[in-house]
């Protein structure tokens, strides 16, 4: 398979923030799902992925190539939807187009218009007055239309509507079915790649926590619950994130296989989500 993102060992220090040796790799054909609680350096690793910021240590690699000496090339093929609206507010949509097509060598006019009426966007409609909705889709218009082969994503569907964002989901997948294209998409709201994600990339306090397969992630992770008497030494050391009541302990497993081996059949193994698996985490990390 072939590798469309690269990062390796990507560092930037502020003062009250430290990303540290982040690195993952994303192939063609695929949706990866970036997570991580507020602060753990998914939009400081974006921005890094953007070259909008200097890196300290480590380098990203975009279509096999860097920034250093083919800017210019990769963001011809690179998509980007933001969490807030980065076009002039006081320009239509058929406007910002103008000012924004010919920056693409790959621009395709007729896609453009296509997908308006397929997202049932007015082009005389300003900006300004477009829903938080309408401009994610009209974002997603721009990088469409210009063939991007990598769209990156930084909360493209934080605050819209059940409907807007199950449409703009089944559009990301339609997107890579030619599997030569790929999205990372940098989100909060876990269900989303519950449903359309097949890598997941957890980050916390500035450090890569896993970059792994979807499905094998949730297979190998476990819900455990029981009876406080059940919490045994044996157990709790392959637990993280425990939490004791007055009724008893849940926690989560890394390995499922071998907290079989140390629990009786009273202990409850179950299915995580994506967003157990974040809670449990960042919990246990609190606790250590």
């Given at each position: 398979?072939?590798?469309?993102?690269?990062?390796?060992?990507?560092?930037?220090?502020?003062?009250?923030?430290?990303?540290?040796?982040?690195?993952?790799?994303?192939?063609?054909?695929?949706?990866?799902?970036?997570?991580?609680?507020?602060?753990?350096?998914?939009?400081?690793?974006?921005?890094?992925?953007?070259?909008?910021?200097?890196?300290?240590?480590?380098?990203?690699?975009?279509?096999?190539?860097d920034y250093k000496n083919h800017e210019i090339e990769i963001k011809n093929r690179l998509g980007f939807v933001y969490d807030e609206n980065i076009y002039y507010e006081e320009l239509t949509i058929g406007e910002m187009k103008g000012l924004v097509a010919p920056f693409y060598s790959r621009w395709n006019e007729k896609l453009f218009w296509?997908?308006?009426?397929?997202?049932?966007?007015?082009?005389?409609?300003?900006?300004?007055?477009?829903?938080?909705?309408?401009?994610?889709?009209?974002?997603?218009?721009?990088?469409?239309?210009?063939?991007?082969?990598?769209?990156?994503?930084?909360?493209?569907?934080?605050?819209?509507?059940?409907?807007?964002?199950?449409?703009?989901?089944?559009?990301?997948?339609?997107?890579?079915?030619?599997?030569?294209?790929?999205?990372?998409?940098?989100?909060?709201?876990?269900?989303?790649?519950?449903?359309?994600?097949?890598?997941?990339?957890?980050?916390?306090?500035?450090?890569?926590?896993?970059?792994?397969?979807?499905?094998?992630?949730?297979?190998?992770?476990?819900?455990?619950?029981?009876?406080?008497?059940?919490?045994?030494?044996?157990?709790?050391?392959?637990?993280?994130?425990?939490?004791?009541?007055?009724?008893?302990?849940?926690?989560?497993?890394?390995?499922?296989?071998?907290?079989?081996?140390?629990?009786?059949?009273?202990?409850?193994?179950?299915?995580?989500?994506?967003?157990?698996?974040?809670?449990?985490?960042?919990?246990?990390?609190?606790?250590?």
């Open positions: 398979m072939s590798k469309i993102l690269e990062v390796n060992n990507l560092s930037k220090t502020y003062k009250d923030f430290t990303l540290t040796d982040v690195s993952f790799s994303l192939e063609k054909g695929y949706i990866m799902g970036f997570i991580g609680p507020n602060g753990a350096g998914k939009s400081t690793t974006i921005r890094l992925l953007m070259n909008l910021i200097k890196r300290e240590k480590g380098w990203v690699r975009i279509f096999g190539l296509k997908l308006l009426k397929d997202f049932d966007l007015n082009p005389k409609k300003k900006i300004k007055d477009l829903s938080r909705g309408m401009k994610m889709k009209f974002s997603l218009a721009i990088a469409l239309s210009h063939h991007a082969d990598l769209i990156i994503m930084d909360e493209p569907t934080s605050g819209l509507d059940p409907i807007v964002r199950s449409e703009l989901l089944d559009i990301l997948t339609d997107y890579i079915q030619d599997e030569n294209k790929a999205v990372f998409l940098s989100t909060h709201i876990t269900t989303d790649l519950d449903r359309i994600a097949d890598y997941i990339t957890f980050i916390n306090e500035g450090k890569i926590i896993f970059s792994t397969n979807k499905d094998e992630l949730l297979e190998n992770y476990g819900v455990v619950k029981g009876a406080k008497e059940d919490l045994t030494p044996a157990l709790r050391g392959q637990l993280i994130g425990v939490k004791v009541g007055s009724l008893g302990f849940e926690g989560m497993t890394i390995n499922k296989q071998k907290v079989k081996e140390v629990v009786n059949q009273r202990v409850l193994i179950e299915r995580p989500t994506l967003e157990d698996i974040m809670l449990y985490t960042v919990r246990g990390k609190q606790n250590a």
